[in-house]
């Protein structure tokens, strides 16, 4: 077996009893990339010399015993939205396109600390603002189970590297569905972890009410490990808390488990291929201890319109910082010299962001304004109430919620680029989670018929991320979904 083949936590023992060294492991997922990412386009930045110099420092580390952790010496990949000293950061804009970072975000800083080492920065929609990683200002991602297909967003690249076996795991963004959407539809696994549970400093906002990093990784065993690893409160960040550690995953059974079926997540707009493998799904939880049954949630209707006026809104304020003055992006000055502050912001902004970016912030600065705020943006947070109080009562009853991760398999390149509602209405199973700030997690449950992956969602209540990873590992010893590689990249 190669060692690309191996998952997270499977190549740190590898590297801890010998049998191979952090630079070996390093040097093959950096051929990977050389070989493949061609036709993937994961990467927008390939850290091959400070990955290689990293290795050895951590190596020296490891030999010395002062790295000791399972995940020490195992390369990784950042989403271009998180920042690291020394290393461009673009957010997939050009607007940041020769930014380069002078500090590490809280989650890099975590992982470098227990050894970790970072090959590269995956590519992502612009600014997190997309759901298939073709806004990007770079180039698109392309989904390693079909190159002619999307891989998800706005963690495509992310989710692109892992699934292609570029990197046994990887650090992605979730707002509203990021990590999740684009784990289902490459067939790996994905944590959004309840908002203050890992820290938000160094991330580049979209809307900081919803943004939570996370991993995604082959398994449940390897996301536990990363989720333990990046966990955990920050001074630098007053939204972070520190959350209880995660339980042992336990038992293969799911015995004295609960777990609800939303029936407003099976209604219509689901493909029946995709509602077909989550219910098959659902049967081998049964089967696993679990007692399954249906339920219903009637606001989860309010979740798309309320989720983008708000993130709309926050993305509106978040992106006004960047307007040609202080970093960033800056027009070129006019030939006549004729131009006020406010033109050169005009034309900055006009030239430095991308499409699906100026969208939002229209979007967003409308709900603001003074004589709309109380129609659209006020009304959107008392929708945002009621979703949350309707997971408090479903979650008050059942251990868990399971539904599908997204409404269809990853669809073709360019196909909804020019249908903003088409592509929103993607995220309908993952806006809420978000909304409510509840954990959620993506795992493959099976394929189309196609051959290409579905995922299954599962949501638990707050600081729930043990539940959703017991059941994950278990479902997972059971079947061989998440083990399914991708054969068009060879």
Not at 185 to 201: E, Q
């Given at each position: ?37 061609g036709r993937i386009g994961a990467f927008i930045t390939v850290c091959e010399q400070e990955a290689l110099q990293e290795a ?396 290409l992956p579905v995922g299954a969602q599962l949501i638990a209540a707050p600081f729930g991320e043990g539940t959703l990873l ?21």
């Amino acid at each position: 077996m190669q060692l690309t083949d191996l998952t997270a936590l499977e190549l740190g023992a590898a590297i801890k009893s010998r049998a191979c060294s952090v630079e070996e492991a390093v040097r093959a997922s950096l051929a990977r990339i050389a070989a493949l990412d061609g036709r993937i386009g994961a990467f927008i930045t390939v850290c091959e010399q400070e990955a290689l110099q990293e290795a050895r420092r951590v190596q020296r580390g490891i030999d010395d015993g002062s790295l000791t952790h399972p995940l020490a010496g195992v390369p990784m990949a950042l989403k271009d939205n998180l920042s690291t000293r020394g290393v461009r950061t673009t957010c997939g804009s050009r607007m940041l396109e020769g930014y380069v970072p002078t500090f590490d975000a809280t989650v890099v800083e975590r992982l470098r600390a227990l050894g970790a080492v970072c090959v590269g920065k995956t590519n992502m929609d612009e600014f997190a603002m997309g759901s298939s990683t073709e806004t990007s200002y770079f180039h698109p991602t392309r989904n390693p189970f079909d190159p002619a297909r999307v891989p998800g967003g706005s963690s495509g690249g992310s989710a692109a590297a892992v699934a292609a076996r570029e990197v046994p795991y990887a650090l992605g963004s979730d707002t509203g569905g990021s990590i999740r959407q684009p784990a289902s539809f490459c067939g790996v696994t994905g944590l959004k972890p309840t908002y203050g549970a890992v820290s938000r400093y160094g991330l580049i906002a979209y809307a900081s009410s919803l943004d939570q990093i996370g991993p995604l990784c082959r398994d449940a065993l390897d996301a536990a490990a990363v989720h333990a690893a990046i966990a955990g409160a920050d001074a630098r960040d007053a939204t972070s808390v520190q959350a209880p550690p995660l339980p042992p995953l336990g038992a293969p059974d799911l015995a004295g488990l609960c777990v609800g079926i939303p029936e407003e997540y099976l209604g219509e707009g689901l493909d029946p291929q995709v509602r077909a493998r989550v219910l098959d799904c659902a049967q081998t939880l049964r089967e696993l201890g679990a007692q399954v049954e249906r339920c219903s949630m009637p606001a989860l209707r309010a979740a798309i319109p309320a989720y983008y006026v708000l993130a709309s809104a926050e993305a509106s304020s978040n992106l006004s910082r960047y307007d040609g003055i202080k970093y960033g992006y800056r027009a070129a000055p006019r030939p006549d010299g004729e131009e006020d502050l406010t033109g050169l912001y005009a034309r900055t902004r006009s030239e430095g962001f991308g499409r699906e970016v100026k969208r939002r912030v229209l979007l967003g600065t409308f709900a603001l304004c003074s004589g709309y705020y109380d129609a659209y943006y006020a009304k959107a947070q008392r929708a945002r109430a009621l979703i949350r109080a309707s997971f408090d009562e479903a979650l008050a009853r059942f251990d868990a919620l399971l539904g599908p991760t997204a409404p269809t398999t990853a669809f073709p390149l360019g196909e909804r680029l020019d249908d903003p509602l088409q592509m929103y209405l993607g995220d309908i199973y993952t806006v809420s989670v978000n909304l409510a700030g509840l954990p959620g997690l993506s795992i493959p449950c099976g394929a189309d018929a196609q051959g290409l992956p579905v995922g299954a969602q599962l949501i638990a209540a707050p600081f729930g991320e043990g539940t959703l990873l017991r059941i994950a590992a278990a479902y997972q010893a059971a079947t061989g979904h998440h083990r399914r590689a991708p054969k068009e990249v060879g």
